[in-house]
């Protein structure tokens, strides 16, 4: 019984990291423009933000980690009045900086960075079938 609760204890506290960390309702119109030009848009601020990257010895799932980040980046965007985010930096020991902008009718295009070889869009990894 002992071994099952220490056992239990680490996934529970990996689960709870995320517990919390949702989006705002006036952060839904805040649009990531993770490649876009944003020269047209009017600079509000930088936010930075940041969250728990590791539970003690062990490292959090670099996505869940990113997409939390952007979480709260939009909702810091949103108190901004910003329409517009952008990263301004990778992700470092769990937080990054974010810049907020105003762009109105000249919001750039919401798409990912250009995808590697081998790799589909929505972060899905493709791989060749061997022929019959």
Known sequence: ????????????L?????????LDPAAKNVRTAWSGDVSSCRELGKVTVSV??????????????RDELE???????A????????????PADGSQPWGAYQC?????SPARPT???G?????????????R
């Open 119 to 131: 790799s589909a869009p929505g972060n899905a990894q493709t791989f060749p079938i061997k022929g």
């Open 104 to 108: 109105g009718a000249n919001t750039p």
């Open 71 to 77: 979480v709260l980046a939009r909702n810091e965007a």
């Open 52 to 65: 728990m990257d590791r539970v003690g010895p062990v490292d959090r799932n670099n996505i869940k980690v």
């Open 14 to 22: 990996l689960g709870a990291c995320s517990w919390g960390i949702t």
């Open 1 to 12: 019984m002992r071994k099952t609760l220490l056992l239990l204890v680490p996934v529970l």
């Open 79 to 90: 108190k901004m009045n910003a329409d517009t985010i952008k990263p301004l930096a990778e």
């Open 115 to 117: 995808t590697p070889a």
